[in-house]
C-alpha cells in the first residue's frame, strides 16, 4: 500500500511569490490534514479536512494560506504571497480514524 | 492547541542501553502517540495509545498512558544504532480526536 506522497520535496521561492504544496493520501483515507514545523519549533496543526470538507482550520496562520481538497481526493496548499517566516516543513497527513499517517514532507524555503 | 512538555531534548545512547523519554501536559488526553523521524522523512508512527493506564509494545517498543491521562512514556529497550532519530510524541483532546498536538522531539544520537 503506498503511503502519503507529497510534491515537491523543496522549494525555494522568494517573497512575494506564491508556491502550491501538493498532497496525495493513503488510498481510502477520508482524513486529511496539513501540519507544519518551522525551525527549532514543534510540528503544528493547520487544517483537518474530512473528504472534501474542511473540518478545523484554526491552526491556519492567516488569510495568505488556502487549503483545498477538490473531490476529496489529494489536497493542496496555497500560499500566497509568501512571506519569510513562512519557511519551515509542511507535512501531510492521512488517517481512516484516529492513526495518522505522515508524508516525507515539503521544505519551503522563502528568501 | 495543547502545550506538550517532551523531556529530555536530547539524549545519547550506548547500543544495547535502555533509553526512556515523556511527555506531560496540563490538559487531558483521550489519545497518545509516539512517531520517529529520521532526517529527511516524515514522521513515523510507532505506538498509539487510547486508554488510560494502557500499556503496549511494539518490539523493542514500549509506551504507556498515564493514569491522569495527562503524561505518556516511551521506553526503547536494548538500543540498536538505528534507533537514532527524533522522537515525538503527540496527543489529541476530548474535545478533538483528530487534532494532533506535538511535543518539542526528542534528539537519539549515538554516543561516540
Known amino acids: 500500500e503506498a503511503g502519503v506522497t507529497q510534491f515537491p520535496s523543496h522549494s525555494v521561492i522568494e517573497k512575494g511569490q506564491t508556491v502550491t504544496l501538493r498532497c496525495d493520501p493513503i488510498?481510502?483515507?477520508?482524513?486529511l490534514y496539513w501540519y507544519r514545523r518551522v525551525m527549532g519549533k514543534e510540528i503544528k496543526f493547520l487544517l483537518h479536512?474530512?473528504?472534501?470538507?474542511?473540518?478545523?482550520e484554526s491552526g491556519m496562520p492567516n488569510n495568505r494560506f488556502l487549503a483545498e481538497r477538490t473531490g476529496g481526493t489529494y489536497s493542496t496548499l496555497k500560499v500566497q504571497p509568501a512571506e519569510l517566516e513562512d519557511s519551515g516543513v509542511y507535512f501531510c497527513a492521512s488517517s481512516s480514524y484516529y492513526e495518522q499517517y505522515f508524508g516525507p514532507g515539503t521544505r519551503l524555503t522563502v528568501t | 492547541g495543547q502545550q506538550l512538555n517532551q523531556s529530555p531534548q536530547s539524549m545519547f545512547i550506548q547500543e544495547g542501553e535502555d533509553v526512556s523519554m515523556n511527555c506531560t501536559s496540563s490538559s487531558i488526553f483521550n489519545t497518545w502517540l509516539w512517531y520517529k523521524q529520521d532526517p529527511g522523512e516524515g514522521p513515523v508512527l510507532l505506538i498509539a495509545l487510547y486508554k488510560a493506564g494502557e500499556l503496549t509494545s511494539n518490539g523493542r517498543l514500549t509506551a504507556q498512558f498515564g493514569i491522569t491521562r495527562k503524561d505518556s512514556f516511551l521506553n526503547i529497550s536494548a538500543s540498536i544504532p538505528s534507533d537514532v532519530g527524533i522522537y515525538f510524541c503527540a496527543g489529541a483532546p476530548p474535545t478533538n480526536d483528530y487534532k494532533l498536538s506535538f511535543g518539542a522531539g526528542t534528539t537519539v544520537t549515538v554516543r561516540a
Open positions: 479536512f474530512v473528504k472534501e470538507s474542511k473540518q478545523d
Open positions: 488510498s481510502g483515507h477520508d482524513n
